[in-house]
């Protein structure tokens, strides 16, 4: 079964430091996802990315925050200066696109816990 | 917009059945479920992309009512595996790359 993989899997760093996070989809896909999900509540959309570009972003996915596809297989979502609200499990999804009616769910990886000291 | 999941959480002993519900106050174009496991990602359970439509697979099935604005899912006969957060995650229109608004999660719990 075809994963997305995502490192790395915790991730400690202090406050206004930056991080880049890194995410490898699964290589017939052509969409790629941040999202995040601050402990015990829901998951909550970041951007998405298709053609090498930014097709969406939400309003938390502010100045700081960046995603790169460097090399055609890496996805990274960098956060430059990072704030303590940005402690949270970030997860990179994938999907593809299905214009027949067809299950084109989106495959997670299994999170970068991040946390903001 | 983000749907509202109801009930907020059930707790089931193993071969009862559950129904969680998924509303909109937006006209929906589809309605994605996933299940996530205490620390682990999301894992697709499936997808309905019209009105009416129904689906299932095992013992898990779902509908969309395009009318109502809401999807249901259904798990019959539930087993202790079944146990994580539900979350139902929409889109309002199929927008290349665009995303899933998720709900608030519904945390099930399968007792023996």
Same mark, same amino acid.
């Given at each position: ?18 991080? !880049?996070?890194?995410?490898?989809? !699964?290589?017939?896909?052509?969409? @790629? ?9 829901? %998951? /909550? @959309?970041?951007?998405? @990315?298709?053609?090498?570009? !930014?097709?969406?972003?939400? /309003?938390? @996915? ?8 460097? &090399? ?6 960098? !956060? ?5 609200? &940005? ?8 999907? /593809? ?5 067809? &299950? ?12 903001? %000291? | ?5 109801? +009930?907020? $959480? ?16 937006? $006209? ?35 509908? #969309? ?10 798990? *019959? ?7 994580? *957060?539900? #979350? ?13 608004? #998720?709900?608030?999660? *519904?945390?099930?719990?399968?007792? +023996?």
């Amino acid at each position: 079964e075809p994963e997305v993989t995502q490192t790395p899997s915790h991730q400690v760093t202090q406050m206004g430091q930056e991080v !880049i996070l890194r995410c490898v989809p !699964i290589s017939n896909h052509l969409y @790629f996802y941040w999202y995040r999900q601050i402990l015990g509540q829901k %998951v /909550e @959309f970041l951007v998405s @990315f298709y053609n090498n570009e !930014i097709s969406e972003k939400s /309003e938390i @996915f502010d100045d700081q925050f960046s995603v790169e596809r460097p &090399d055609g297989s890496n996805f990274t979502l960098k !956060i430059r200066s990072t704030k303590l609200e &940005d402690s949270a499990m970030y997860f990179c999804a994938s999907s /593809e696109f299905e214009q027949v009616k067809g &299950d084109y769910g989106y495959t997670f990886g299994s999170g970068t816990r991040l946390t903001v %000291v | 917009q983000q749907p509202v999941q109801s +009930p907020q $959480a059930v707790i089931l002993r193993e071969g009862e059945d559950a129904v969680i519900n998924c509303s909109s106050s937006k $006209a929906l174009y589809s309605v994605h479920w996933y299940r996530q496991k205490h620390g682990e990602a999301p894992i697709f359970l499936m997808i309905l992309l019209k009105g009416g439509e129904q689906k299932g697979h095992d013992k898990i099935s779902a509908s #969309f009512n395009e009318k109502k604005q809401q999807s249901s899912l259904y798990l *019959t006969a539930s087993q202790l595996s079944y146990s994580g *957060t539900y #979350f139902c995650g929409t889109e309002y229109v199929r927008n290349q790359g665009g995303k899933l608004i #998720f709900g608030q999660g *519904t945390e099930l719990s399968v007792k +023996p």
